[in-house]
Nanobody, 129 residues
Framework: QVQLVESGGGSVQPGGSLRLSCVAS????????MAWFRQTGGTEREAVAT???????RAARRVKGRFTISRDNAKNTLYLQMNNLQPDDTGVYYC???????????????????????WGRGTQVTVSS
């Protein structure tokens, strides 16, 4: 199964930008769903943005217009461009892949994390002044 490695996290001031990268060990189209999650403290991982195998993307309401998920198939890499970052965007960001969550199941929901099959180790994003 695919291995995932995230990078690109860091510390920024409010209003700043970061681009997270997730390099996969296999072509991204071997999976049905790719997603970025955020986790803070001991809370459950929440879906931030998703991309279906056909390229359909979705973003959580709180990040719409600020975060963009994209991919480069030639590089087996998934991205999360994060603009206008705010303190409540702080957390560990995880890249995840699913072989099962097809089509509309690859959506922002409280249960999506249970359908993901592979996870990266995460990258820390801290937004503070």
């Amino acid at each position: 199964q695919v291995q995932l490695v995230e990078s690109g996290g860091g510390s920024v001031q409010p209003g700043g930008s970061l681009r997270l990268s997730c390099v996969a060990s296999e072509p991204l189209d071997t999976t049905e769903c790719m997603a970025w999650f955020r986790q803070t403290g001991g809370t459950e991982r929440e879906a931030v943005a998703t991309m279906e195998k056909d390229g359909t993307t979705r973003a959580a309401r709180r990040v719409k217009g600020r975060f963009t998920i994209s991919r480069d198939n030639a590089k087996n890499t998934l991205y999360l461009q994060m603009n206008n970052l705010q303190p409540d965007d702080t957390g560990v960001y995880y890249c995840a892949a699913s072989y099962r969550m097809r089509g509309g199941y690859c959506s922002i929901s409280g249960t999506l994390h249970g359908g993901m099959d592979r996870w990266g180790r995460g990258t820390q994003v801290t937004v503070s002044s």
